[in-house]
């Protein structure tokens, strides 16, 4: 019989990234309207820009070797292995009222955010 490293268990199972049920509803509206192809996953992402430094980036991808691979609330997620310092621990949620409306980022690694929520420095 094997036996299971902990850590490796761990590693394994960890989803870096959560996405709350509204959001998970509207990642998958969205891959309905836009007919977006069954190996692609929902890809989150950090890219270099926006008012505090660092931007999310959300969009549809391929997996690849350089990827971490998780599901949450019914959805697949891919994500850079390297971005994945910028975004464990991240919740991400989707308003859709009169005030708001679009994906709010929760990250608990950010050390400041600007006005528009898209934005962030680490």
């Known amino acids: ?18 996405l709350t049920e509204r959001a998970a509803r509207q990642v998958n509206k969205i891959v309905k309207d836009e007919e977006i192809p069954g190996h692609h996953y929902l890809r989150i992402a950090v890219k270099g820009g926006g008012c505090s430094g660092l931007s999310y980036a959300l969009g549809f991808d391929e997996c690849t070797d350089s990827d971490k691979h998780f599901t949450t609330n019914g959805v697949e997620v891919i994500v850079d292995k390297r971005h994945v ?3 464990s621990g991240i919740t991400i949620d989707f308003h859709d009222g009169l005030d708001a409306r679009g994906f709010v980022f929760n990250n608990p690694n950010a050390t400041s955010t600007c006005g528009c929520g898209t934005s962030f420095s680490a």
Request: aromatic share 10%.
């Open 1 to 18: 019989m094997d036996v299971v490293n902990n850590l490796d268990y761990k590693e394994e199972t960890e989803t870096p990234v959560v």
């Open 85 to 87: 310092l910028y975004l």
